[in-house]
């Protein structure tokens, strides 16, 4: 497999991205909303806690942290612990959507819109391998997924720490996990995301038929969501490092399973 050759079909992809709107504005719009929506939540509301539904919630969450953190937490105010909550552990897996969300929008255009537009069998015929053809199609879906994940989480911890800076005289964000979620955990996820939607992307005959599929994928984040506020699973360190091992094992199988499948002619002959 020749990088070179995998990196033609990533510029030819990303030049045609870069020019559709259907793709690129839910790319971009996400992550601003999280990153300016999720803190200005938590710190417009209500100060009292104590009689409303999320504060079983609250205690669920802190109770499950580790004996450190839970001491910091307690020197803080109610009101204070109810944003440091939120902003540091309920709000993380949203971010973990960002990745998937971006990198398979762009890997559900990756055959099924080279179908829409009637490339798809020139660019089977070129010779190039499987491996370089797909290798291809998951950068032009990755760079730019991760890239867009990266800058959600600067404008995340921008927001939050201007935001919070008065109350809390410091900077809460961001942490080891937060770190560790975004620079491990989230590529690994893309990666996952990105292989299932190219072997979607390969076997439907639409962009709009292989995003609504694509889709699905981030049911297993929301588990995470509510994993978190029941207090079960908090993703920390320990937490965040398994499940990057255990989704990089999903991945290898994954992208095994894809270039078994991988058939030219089965591709070709779905997109008529």
Known sequence: MRLEKAMLVFRKDFIEISRNKEVLLPMLIIPIIFAVLLPGISILAPDDVSTSSDFNMIVNMISAL??????????????????????????????????????????????????????????????????????????????????????????????????????????????????????????????????????ISSRVKGFREAQQLSAMLVVPIIGLLFGQASGFLILGSRVILILSLVVLVIDLVVFRVGLAIFQRENILAKSR
């Open 66 to 199: 580790p004996e450190s953190v839970q001491a910091q937490i307690m020197r803080l105010t109610p009101t204070q612990q109810n944003i440091y909550i939120m902003l540091v552990y309920f709000f993380a897996p949203f971010f973990l959507i960002i990745p998937v969300m971006s990198s398979s929008v762009i890997a559900s255009d990756s055959f099924a819109g080279e179908k829409e537009r009637n490339t798809l069998e020139a660019l089977l015929a070129t010779p190039l391998t499987d491996s370089e053809l797909m290798l291809g199609k998951i950068l032009v879906s990755f760079i730019p997924g991760m890239g867009v994940t990266l800058l959600g989480f600067l404008l995340y911890t921008a927001t939050t720490d201007y935001l919070t800076y008065q109350s809390f005289e410091m900077y809460i964000m961001p942490n080891t996990p937060w770190l560790m979620m975004i620079f491990v955990l989230a590529p690994v996820v893309s990666l996952l995301s990105i292989g299932l939607a190219v072997i």
